[in-house]
Nanobody, 116 residues
Framework: VQLQASGGGLVQPGGSLRLSCAAS????????MGWYRQAPGKQRELVAV???????NYANSVKGRFTISRDNAKNTLYLQMNSLKPEDTAVYYC???????????WGQGTLVTVSS
């Protein structure tokens, strides 16, 4: 199983980035997919989650600014991040969970730095 996250980088406050997570080795459409982030010195936290057939859920801190989406035909998860703030600086990880089997996979992370 591989979850390959990409799209991170350095962006100024107010800017935008789109993260991608390409999945392989799983039946992508069956998995609940999510984005998490971990800032320096802090615990990993949920950013957004998208079940296979349910509604999305966002952390309050990103509601209205971030949008999670998925393309099951391409086995890819996305996170569109707009109006970025310095406090969004973190390593962003994608996660795949299939509760029926207890499967839980993590990608390697991609660094997002929001700074002027």
């Amino acid at each position: 199983v591989q979850l390959q996250a990409s799209g991170g980088g350095l962006v100024q406050p107010g800017g935008s980035l789109r993260l991608s997570c390409a999945a392989s080795g799983i039946i992508f459409s069956r998995y609940t997919m999510g984005w998490y982030r971990q800032a320096p010195g802090k615990q990993r936290e949920l950013v957004a989650v998208m079940p296979s057939g349910g509604s999305t859920n966002y952390a309050n801190s990103v509601k209205g600014r971030f949008t999670i989406s998925r393309d099951n035909a391409k086995n890819t998860l996305y996170l569109q991040m707009n109006s970025l703030k310095p406090e969004d600086t973190a390593v962003y990880y994608c996660n795949a969970v299939f509760r029926a089997t207890g499967s839980d996979y993590w990608g390697q992370g991609t660094l997002v730095t929001v700074s002027s």
